[in-house]
């Protein structure tokens, strides 16, 4: 079970720190990824830290924005957000997977309930 947290009304320009932490799973043994949906839109993959090297793949629309980390000792994964904009409002969905494929929802087999972001103009 996955559980996020951290999501807010922020103004364009600002940060935001979301995270999720597991239970009954253990992060280190899964990729890591996040996912967000706008109203009327599709899920859209954010980002994935890989299991075991730790290392982030992010979508174009975030690179330089965005950072993804994990603390396994809290079995916890973060999504750093700065320089948030109002087209990234969305539901932000934290995921497990087993798969190497990354960026089609399908593929992962645990998510958490979502957490909203709104970022103000």
């Known amino acids: 079970q996955l559980q996020a947290s951290g999501g807010g009304l922020v103004q364009a320009g600002g940060s935001l720190r979301l995270s999720c932490t597991a239970s009954?799973?253990?992060?280190?043994?899964?990729?890591m990824g996040w996912f967000r949906q706008a109203p009327g839109k599709e899920r859209e993959f954010v980002g994935i830290?890989?299991?075991?090297?730790?290392?982030?793949i992010l979508a174009d629309s975030v690179k330089g924005r965005i950072t993804i980390s994990g603390d396994n000792a809290k079995n916890t994964v973060y999504l750093q957000m700065n320089g948030l904009k109002p087209e990234d409002t969305a539901v932000y969905y934290c995921?497990?997977?087993?798969?190497?494929?990354?960026?089609?929802?399908?593929?992962?087999?645990?998510w958490g309930q979502g957490t909203l972001v709104t970022v103000s103009s």
């Open positions: 830290s890989r299991r075991s090297s730790g290392a982030t």
């Open positions: 995921a497990a997977s087993s798969s190497v494929v990354f960026h089609a929802p399908e593929y992962y087999n645990y």
């Open positions: 009954g799973l253990t992060i280190r043994r899964y990729h």
